[in-house]
């Protein structure tokens, strides 16, 4: 099946600082998300992307669909220590799309 | 109301114990999803609901058992569980197996089996 590599698998960060985690894949995605997940809580969409090229901010978060439709990135800008928590990217094909494959998740620490 | 409302929040359970969570939204989405979720992992596709009938199965165990009453609503039976299949289970609902829209989750059920 299809598998995301999210790099990086954590990050200790000072308050302040910007962020960038990214997502790959062997093979194509059609959508892109990128999801924040709180201790306790289930994932919250941050971001989904739907063209490939496409960059979409949200606030302070910015993510981009790769052109080769392969990759994607999320920035997090003048972090604070809400931001803390875990990232997940996932991507969906056009057929199936209600099936998601969830990357292993960035942890971020924010330190005041 | 743009909820995914998941109850019960924790349960414990005995292996021999029979249980169902209950997930309800009222967003009007067509699809509704059961993942599982270990500690630090990202979450695991169990099944998919798709305009009320079960679409995918993810190879999952006979002990649990899925039930679509109607789009607004989707349980999961529990019954003879492991103490491995101890997780955190997340329901999740989306506008329909075709739009890519993402997903909207809810809270989640700890579940303990003892």
């Known amino acids: 099946g299809q598998q995301l590599n999210q790099s990086p698998q954590s990050m200790f960060i000072q308050e302040g600082e910007d962020v960038s985690m990214n997502c790959t894949s062997s093979s194509i995605f059609n959508t892109w998300l990128w999801y924040k997940q709180d201790p306790g809580e289930g994932p919250v969409l941050l971001i989904a992307?739907?063209?490939?090229?496409e960059l979409t901010s949200n606030g302070r978060l910015t993510a981009q669909f790769g052109i080769t439709r392969k990759d994607s990135f999320l920035n997090i800008s003048a972090s604070i220590p809400s931001d803390v928590g875990i990232y997940f990217c996932?991507?969906?094909?056009?057929?199936?799309?209600?099936?998601?494959?969830f990357g292993d998740g960035t942890t971020l620490t924010v330190k005041p | 109301d743009t909820e995914v409302t998941q109850t019960p929040k924790h349960l414990v359970m005995g292996m021999t114990n029979k249980k169902s969570l209950k997930c309800e939204q009222h967003?009007?989405?067509?699809?509704m999803y059961w993942y599982k979720q270990k500690a630090k992992k990202p979450p695991e596709l169990m099944f998919v609901y798709s305009y009320e009938k079960l679409s995918i199965n993810e190879s999952v165990p006979s002990r649990f058992s899925p039930e679509c009453p109607n789009s607004s609503l989707l349980n999961l039976h529990l019954h003879a569980l492991q103490p491995e299949d101890s997780a955190l289970y997340l329901c999740?609902?989306?506008?329909?197996?075709?739009?890519?829209?993402?997903?909207?989750f809810g809270s989640g059920t700890r579940l303990t089996v003892v």
């Open positions: 967003m009007g989405h067509r699809a």
């Open positions: 999740a609902s989306s506008q329909g197996r075709q739009t890519n829209y993402g997903y909207t």
């Open positions: 996932a991507g969906q094909l056009a057929a199936g799309a209600g099936k998601s494959t």
């Open positions: 992307l739907y063209k490939a090229g």
